[in-house]
Every structure is written in structure tokens, then in C-alpha cells.
């Protein structure tokens, strides 16, 4: 090895070696009190000051897609609870738009992408009209299951392939 290539390693092993010198901390979440957690759910998990989340009954259609954990897409054929849920929220239309919006907002992230593209096709908006709603989130990650493999996406990857003209993965039946 040259005496130039050692120096040059040696000097960056030594300025990374400063760089991380100090101990690395994780940030811990608060702790809520016993009371609180019983009676109230923050809407920020991270702040418990946070005004306690409205607690709202679902059907188990809109259950379903509220706490749903990944988004699946959708192909001639499909099948499956998760499938027949979006089609019966659609079949019933507008009665289902003060539960969707409250999913929207208090949902799991793949759960706000599906209230999110069904708030469109239930009001006829386009999904990039609908997906703006979403761009508070722009970084969280989703999981999604597409043409047989398991990838994960930001919500802002998501916004951007369902706000085209022909979105690649297709989420509502």
C-alpha cells in the first residue's frame, strides 16, 4: 500500500473517531400515568400534552382498513377480507364519509392511504386532488405487497404513483 492511500485512511479514521466521540443517545418517549393511559390516547404518542384522540365506533369494514398494518394490491381475481371491505365501503358510498374522514386522520398510515383513495372514488375527486391530505406524512414508510413481493414505500413514493394517470400498483379494487 502507498505511504499516500495509508495517510489518507488514517486521516479519515481519525476525523470520523472525533465525530463520534461522544455517546449516542435515543430520545425517550414520556411515560404516561396510569390514569392516562386508561382514559385517554394521545393523538402525538411522543406528547402526551396532546389532545386524547376522539374515540369513534366502527363498522368492522372500516375497522378493518383503519388499523390496516400494509397495503396490498389489487388484481383481477383478488380475493380476501381486506378486498371485500374496501368493495362493501365503496358499495355504500357517501354514508361511509364521516367515518372515512376520521380514518384519514387517526388511522394507520396504509389505513389513511385507503380512506384517502376512497374519499375520492366515493366523491369523484381525483386521488392526486385527495392525496394532498396526506403530505403531512411525506417520510413515514409503508409496507406494501405488489406483483408477488413485499417492498416498502414513503408516503410520499405512494402519493406520487396513485396521483398519475395510471398508477403501477393498483390499491382499491
Not at 103 to 127: D, F, H, K, M
Not at 161 to 172: A, E, F, G, N, Y
Request: a neutral charge.
Amino acid at each position: 500500500m502507498s505511504r499516500k492511500i495509508v495517510t489518507t485512511c488514517l486521516t479519515a479514521f481519525a476525523l470520523f473517531s472525533n465525530l463520534s466521540a461522544e455517546p449516542c443517545r435515543a430520545q425517550e418517549a414520556p411515560m404516561l400515568s396510569p390514569e392516562q393511559a386508561l382514559t385517554s390516547v394521545p393523538a402525538n404518542p411522543q406528547d402526551p400534552s396532546a389532545p386524547a384522540v376522539e374515540k369513534r365506533q366502527l363498522s368492522a369494514d372500516l375497522t378493518l382498513i383503519a388499523s390496516a398494518k400494509s397495503l396490498r394490491e389489487f388484481r383481477t381475481g383478488a380475493s380476501g377480507e381486506l378486498y371485500q371491505a374496501l368493495k362493501n365501503i365503496v358499495k355504500e358510498g357517501k354514508s361511509q364519509i364521516p367515518d372515512l374522514e376520521w380514518i384519514q386522520i387517526n388511522g394507520s398510515p396504509a389505513g389513511r392511504v385507503y380512506a384517502t383513495l376512497l374519499l375520492s372514488r366515493i366523491e369523484n375527486t381525483t386521488a392526486a386532488e385527495a392525496l394532498k391530505s396526506l403530505k403531512r406524512d411525506d417520510d413515514t414508510n409503508v409496507e406494501v405487497f405488489a406483483g408477488g413481493s413485499k417492498c416498502h414505500y414513503t408516503l410520499t413514493e405512494i402519493i406520487i404513483d396513485q396521483s398519475s394517470k395510471t398508477p403501477v400498483i393498483r390499491l382499491l379494487p
